[in-house]
Every structure is written in C-alpha cells, then in structure tokens.
C-alpha cells in the first residue's frame, strides 16, 4: 500500500497526463523501502537518473535476482532511440499478480508538456488498474489553449486554460478509466501560480465526486493533502 498525500493507494499505482510525471516516479521511489519496481508501458528518456539502477529485460521475471538485491530498479525491455522502451500493461499486471512487489508505472507520453489530450490507445493501462495518479502541470494555467502547453491540442490563441479548461481535459478526456476506485488528480508545479489560482482549481476539482485531489511542487520537493 502505498500512502500518497493521505491517500492509501493499492499496488500497482500507474501515472497518467503530463507535468511531471517521471519526477512524480522518482520521488515516491525516494519515499518507499523496497523491494520496488519502476517501470514504463510507454517510453522514457534515456540515460535515466542515476539514483535508482536501471536493467534490461525481455521480461519482468528475469530480473527478480536483480529486484532481490538492489532492492530498487527502474526497468525496460530495450533502448530504441534514446528511449526506454518498457513493458505491456499486462505484462506488469501479471507480474505483480505473480509476485507482489510494488511496483510504480509510467502510465502516459505527454512530449514534456503539463497537460494532455489522448489518442484512442492511450494511456497505455490494464483494463481495470486500481490506482491512478493523473499529473497536471500548473505551468499551463491561464495559457493559451495550443499545442505548446497540451499535447496534441489544436491552437486556438483566443482560449485560455483556465481552472475550468484543466478538469474538463482531465474528467472529460482519459486520465483515468471510469471503473478505477482509486483516482487522484495531483497538481504539480504550484510554484509558478499564485494562491487564489491554486485554490480555483483545487476547488474545481474537489466539486468532482468520485475523485481525489492534492498539490505540491516536484521542483521543490514536497506534496500536500487537497
């Protein structure tokens, strides 16, 4: 179980949206003992940071004497152009099934940007994951709606991403599956955004029922309870 601004969220805990979602990763594998896998079902840049070993695998099974030891990896099944290129949805699931070790699942590409707009296929989840983190970059708040500050969004200079913008990219698009119990919206980059924008959108999101929210600043090391 992993607990996450107050929120007890059941393994494996995927991250979907955009903003922050490798360094999201990263810092809940700082906070958590071991044995615990991190893991991609997209792609992550490569070289990864160096503070959590990285290995190869054709399969997640191979590396258990690797997981036994370090305590700690970041996994993938190959390198292709300067990406990670991880596992299927399935094949975390099963393994987990298999063998109960936490694991951490970047669930979602965005091209660095803070929010996202999904094709068909994506993200790249099991049918019914328990536990998702859907990122939100604040760096887009009150930006215009292009495709500089959401990925695969159609310009329109004349719209701005307001509060109200995000939660309907976040609710209406696919950050979480609809059968997931365990939904949490976490605002990342609260840094650049000034108070009454903060608690706007806190606002906006703690009106949705069946959805958690929290906030915090990766940059800046911390996160906080909605």
């Not at 990864?48 to 191979?62: M, T, V």
């Not at 099944?77 to 298999?98: C, D, H, N, S, T």
């Not at 019914?128 to 983190?133: A, C, T, Y």
């Amino acid at each position: 179980m992993l607990k996450f601004a107050g929120f007890n969220l059941s393994f494996p805990v995927w991250l979907t949206g955009g903003g922050g979602k490798t360094s999201l990763m990263y810092f809940l594998a700082k906070e958590l003992k071991g044995p615990l896998l991190l893991t991609t079902t997209t792609k992550l840049a490569y070289p990864p940071r160096e503070e959590i070993p990285f290995y190869l695998g054709q399969n997640l099974e191979q590396l258990l004497p690797v997981l036994a030891k370090e305590k700690k990896i970041l996994a993938g099944k190959r390198v292709e152009k300067g990406k990670i290129i991880g596992f299927l949805p399935e094949e975390v699931a099963l393994f987990y099934q298999r063998n109960r070790i936490p694991a951490i699942v970047e669930a979602d590409g965005s091209d660095r940007r803070p929010l996202k707009i999904h094709l068909d296929y994506e993200p790249a989840l099991p049918v019914n994951p328990e536990s998702v983190i859907g990122v939100v970059g604040l760096s887009a708040l009150n930006k215009p709606y292009s495709s500089e500050y959401i990925h695969r969004a159609q310009d329109l200079p004349h719209r701005l991403i307001t509060a109200k913008v995000i939660a309907e990219l976040v609710v209406g698009g696919k950050y979480f599956p609809p059968s997931t119990p365990n939904k949490v919206v976490f605002l990342n980059q609260v840094d650049v955004v000034n108070k009454p924008l903060l608690e706007e959108v806190i606002g906006v999101f703690k009106a949705i029922s069946n959805l958690k929210v929290t906030y915090g600043s990766l940059k800046e090391g911390y996160i906080l309870p909605g």
